[in-house]
């Protein structure tokens, strides 16, 4: 038996291939998980734009004298434990998590309970807990098997976004809201990605606030027929939004020379949130800008926050909740936000080659989520 891994260049992202390794046999205590299926977004292309300054090359390191030049890029999807050498996992278990653009991958679990267990191997020993754990699909309150699609494409994104809005209305908007005869501002930029759509869904709902996208041209009618935003704007049209009114950036595009404009324009800037960077090819620093300093979006830090002040409990009530109510949304057989296109059989490594290029190219149908497997 072999593996297949898809492989990238790290200082030129648009050359990959994919490599086939012999399997190594199990050591005691690991398990081998077949990776059944898993979702490519822009997200994942941030983690290898940042892989190196982040540390996303290191979860699944390419074996091999080129391992330094080449990197395995993070996704997160759905696996089968195929064999097992621990002995509270069983073969045929499925699970949810962060996986490698492979058709397996062997853990060692540790920290096991009924919800999930954590990867202990040595080389992920110092990297982030959140993307170490692995969900045991059987008493995951998010899981049902029918939305396997959706919660790989989405559901790491909308915990960030439901993140985002709770983060802002928290910090009562850094004083942009204070002012009662004006609605502030919050402006989204990339507003057709899922992970900013998901964000305006979540601010949708609360009053007091003007949700504004801001897109590609040949994007605002997608984000138009989304519903969430109260405006659509293209990033030539920025010269439309009103100057004088209190605002907070959103910024999932990254993109510095946008950054700039938006800042110079906006004269009542209240708070400048960085989340992401999908506009790979214009990022860059803050040199120079008007208004407040942008600040990079940690999520973990809201989630220790509230799970401080509400409990671990509650506040996993309340992402299912909203989830839930968001996926219905997504979802809607009459009018779905995100078309699936799942690419399997015998052209499903071709389509991960393509898949790939279309998504970091930032061309593709923003109404398409693309499922994968090698
Ligand atoms: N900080 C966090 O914890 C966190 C968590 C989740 C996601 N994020 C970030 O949020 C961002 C959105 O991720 P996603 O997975 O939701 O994205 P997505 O749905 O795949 O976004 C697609 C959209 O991104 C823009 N785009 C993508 N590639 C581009 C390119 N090469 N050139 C120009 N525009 C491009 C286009 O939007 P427009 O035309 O509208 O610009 C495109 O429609 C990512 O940067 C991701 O890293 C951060």
């Known amino acids: 038996?072999?593996?297949?891994?898809?492989?990238?260049?790290k200082d030129r992202l648009q050359s990959s291939e994919l490599r086939s390794l012999p399997a190594a046999p199990l050591a005691e205590g690991q398990v081998r998980v077949h990776i059944d299926?898993?979702?490519?977004?822009?997200?994942?292309?941030?983690?290898?734009?940042?892989?190196?300054?982040?540390?996303?090359?290191?979860?699944?390191?390419?074996?091999g004298a080129d391992g330094a030049a080449w990197g395995c890029i993070p996704v997160w999807g759905f696996g089968t434990v195929a064999e097992s050498r621990h002995p509270d996992i069983a073969v045929g278990e499925r699970l949810y998590g962060y996986f490698p653009m492979a058709s397996s991958v062997d853990l060692t679990p540790a920290r096991l309970s009924?919800?999930?267990?954590?990867?202990?191997?040595?080389?992920?020993?110092?990297?982030h807990p959140v993307y170490n754990q692995y969900t045991r699909c059987s008493a995951d309150p998010f899981y049902t098997a029918e939305s396997e699609d959706l919660q790989s494409l989405l559901r790491p994104?909308?915990?960030?976004?439901?993140?985002?809005?709770?983060?802002?209305?928290?910090?009562?908007?850094?004083?942009?809201?204070?002012?009662p005869n004006t609605h502030p501002l919050m402006l989204l930029s990339s507003a057709s990605s899922k992970?900013?759509?998901?964000?305006?869904?979540?601010?949708?709902?609360?009053?007091?606030?003007?949700?504004?996208?801001?897109?590609?041209?040949?994007?605002?009618?997608?984000?138009?027929?989304?519903?969430?935003?109260?405006?659509?704007?293209?990033?030539?049209?920025?010269?439309?939004?009103a100057a004088d009114a209190p605002a907070i950036y959103v910024d999932f595009a990254g993109n510095a020379a946008l950054?700039?404009?938006?800042?110079?324009?906006?004269?009542?800037?209240?708070?400048?949130?960085?989340?992401?960077g999908t506009h790979v090819s214009e990022l860059g620093g803050g040199r120079d800008l008007a208004g407040p300093k942008p600040v990079l979006f940690f999520a973990p830090?809201?989630?220790?926050?509230?799970?401080?002040?509400?409990?671990?409990?509650?506040?996993?009530?309340?992402?299912?909740?909203?989830?839930?109510?968001f996926l219905a949304t997504v979802g809607d057989k009459q009018r779905p936000w995100l078309q699936v296109q799942r690419h399997s059989g015998e052209a499903a490594v071709a389509a991960v080659a393509a898949a790939y290029l279309e998504v970091l190219a930032g061309q593709g149908d923003p109404r398409t989520g693309h499922i994968l497997s090698l």
């Open 1 to 9: 038996m072999s593996t297949q891994t898809f492989v990238v260049r």
């Open 37 to 63: 299926s898993f979702a490519l977004t822009s997200n994942n292309i941030t983690y290898a734009a940042f892989g190196e300054a982040m540390n996303y090359w290191r979860f699944f390191p390419v074996v």
């Open 114 to 127: 009924p919800l999930s267990f954590s990867d202990s191997a040595p080389h992920r020993a110092e990297l």
């Open 157 to 179: 994104l909308f915990t960030t976004s439901w993140l985002i809005d709770d983060f802002l209305a928290d910090n009562d908007y850094f004083g942009a809201a204070a002012d």
């Open 195 to 241: 992970t900013a759509y998901g964000t305006a869904f979540q601010m949708a709902q609360r009053s007091g606030i003007e949700v504004v996208g801001l897109t590609s041209a040949r994007n605002v009618a997608f984000c138009e027929s989304l519903g969430c935003y109260s405006r659509v704007l293209s990033y030539e049209q920025l010269g439309e939004i």
């Open 259 to 276: 950054r700039k404009a938006l800042h110079a324009h906006c004269t009542r800037l209240a708070y400048s949130s960085s989340i992401g």
């Open 301 to 325: 830090a809201q989630i220790k926050k509230r799970s401080g002040e509400w409990g671990p409990q509650l506040l996993g009530q309340r992402l299912v909740e909203a989830w839930q109510q």
